[in-house]
C-alpha cells in the first residue's frame, strides 16, 4: 500500500511565505518530472517523515494528493533538515510512473554465516549498498543473500546475487561484492606458534 502525501498548492513563494507556511505546521514543496509542469506545493513534514521512516526509506513511492485530488505517484527526491533543531525545511518530489524506470541504492544484507569465517576468515563487504535500476513497483526494501556456503579464499559477485525479477544491478557482473580471506592475524599468529615449536 502507497503512503500517502496530502498537498495544497500555493502561489506565494519566498523565504517571508517559507516561514508563514511553517509557522502553520506545514512546510514547502515542490513537484515536477514526467514531462508536466513544477507545482508549488505546501505539505505536513509528518507526512513526509512518516514516508521516509518507512522500510523504504528514500527509494520510497508515494500518492501525491494535491487540494484533495490525486496527482499521480512520486518520489522524494530531496529534502532539508534544520542544522539544530532537526526540523524538516523543505521536500522536494519527483513524479514516476510504472512506464519508467528509476535509479536508487538499495541495502545488501548478508544472511548465514560463511563457512570460511567458520574455518578461521575474515569476512569482507564490499559493497553495503547497491545501485539497481527498475521501475517503482519493483523497488526491493533491501537484497538479501545467504553467504553459508561461502568458501574461503572464495569471493560472492554481482552474477551470483539474488537479485528480485525486473531489477537489474548496475555493476559489471563479475565485480565482488563478498570475499572471505584468511585473516592475517590469524596467520601472524599460526607463524609465531610454528617459531615457538621450533626453539
Known sequence: MLTKVSATARSVRGKNAARRLRAEGKIPAVAYGEGQDVLS???????????????????VVVELEVDGKAAGKAMIADYQY??????LLHADFIR??????????????????????VMGGALRQ????????????????????????????????????NVPEGVEVLL???RTVVSVAMDRRAKKDEGEEEKDKKK
Do not use: M, Q, W
Open 172 to 174: 559489471p557482473e563479475k
Open 96 to 117: 514516476v510512473s510504472e512506464e519508467t524506470k528509476v535509479t536508487v541504492k538499495v541495502p545488501l544484507e548478508l544472511s548465514g554465516r560463511a563457512r570460511g569465517v
Open 126 to 161: 564490499v559493497f553495503r549498498e547497491l545501485p539497481v535500476r527498475c521501475t517503482p513497483s519493483k523497488i526491493p526494501v533491501k537484497i538479501v543473500h545467504d553467504i553459508t556456503s561461502l568458501e574461503l579464499d572464495s569471493h560472492l559477485s554481482v552474477a551470483d546475487l
Open 82 to 87: 534544520h542544522p539544530v533543531s532537526r526540523s
Open 41 to 59: 506545493l505546501s505539505v505536513s513534514p509528518e507526512d513526509v517523515k512518516k514516508a521516509l521512516f518507512s522500510d523504504y526509506g528514500v527509494n
